[in-house]
């Protein structure tokens, strides 16, 4: 389980065509909580904090209030040991091109210390449970989106982690891939998949439909609703969830055309 407590993140930035410091803050008291055996969305238009709140409960960003506890384990204080419960993929993806995907996987095995016997066994299984055989010998230099995104989330989930976050990882993918990547995320978070808390972030709506138990909608690096699709929806009063979405992300927008 996943528990995020009230954080917040700003940054400075400077530069020679600014006058003074500019204050952007990315995210504001910023709470949620996901569940083991369920896909937890974050939904929210681009620049809301999803990436940034993303950041701070993968580690790679410190929040200036709040925390982030993975198991009743707090990120900061206890990062290598919630790191290891951890799988997660970036919208980069950040793969090697020199290395092939089996490379590619392995050498995240290792770096989570596994040994090489148990790294090939995981490598098997996660080439066929993401139908990615074909691909494995093969650098991942020129690979398409949906090679690239097989690989990263094999990378991900070599180690087995109960957890697995996902950075808008349907960008640029076709229809096939996308559909192919709602049935794996769905078998990781049944029982036969070992009931992983899984964090999804995007801003498209049919995915989210389609995929998550609890959506978090976020827009101005806040949460400004929660609950399931239907919820979210009965609390709009709407039938639709993008209307939904528009009229509790951007109640101004929903006036303005009123």
């Known amino acids: 389980m996943i528990q995020v407590e009230g954080i917040s993140k700003r940054f400075v930035q400077t530069g020679r065509f600014l006058r003074g410091k500019t204050v952007v803050q990315a995210v504001s008291n910023f709470s949620f909580t996901a569940l083991d055996g369920e896909v937890t969305g974050l939904l929210g238009p681009n620049g809301a904090g999803k990436t940034t709140s993303l950041h701070i409960i993968t580690g790679l960003l410190s929040p200036d209030a709040g925390r982030v506890t993975i198991d009743g384990m707090d990120v900061r204080t206890h990062p290598r040991v919630v790191l290891k419960t951890m799988g997660c993929v970036g919208d980069s993806r950040g793969l090697y091109p020199r290395l092939t995907a089996r490379e590619n996987i392995a050498y995240y095995g290792r770096l989570h210390g596994m040994a090489a016997e148990a790294i090939e066994a995981r490598i098997d299984t996660l080439a066929e449970t993401l139908d990615m055989r074909g691909i494995l010998e093969r650098r ?4 398409s989106q949906g090679e690239r995104m097989k690989t990263a989330l094999a990378r991900a989930l070599v180690h087995d982690p109960r957890h697995l976050i996902l950075d808008e990882p349907t960008n640029g993918l076709d229809v096939v891939t996308t ?4 049935e794996i995320l769905r078998h990781l978070a049944s029982e036969a998949g ?3 808390c899984i964090v999804f972030s995007t801003h498209i709506m049919p995915e989210v439909e389609r995929l998550c138990g609890t959506v978090v909608i976020v827009a101005g690096g806040r ?6 699709v239907p919820a979210l929806c009965e609390q709009a009063g709407c039938a639709d969830f993008e209307d939904a979405f528009v ?4 109640p101004e927008k929903t ?3 009123a």
């Open 140 to 143: 991942t230099d020129g690979f």
């Open 179 to 182: 559909r192919r990547l709602r």
């Open 194 to 196: 070992g009931r992983k």
């Open 223 to 228: 949460p400004v609703a929660r609950g399931s």
């Open 247 to 250: 009229r509790l992300a951007m």
């Open 255 to 257: 006036e303005a055309s």
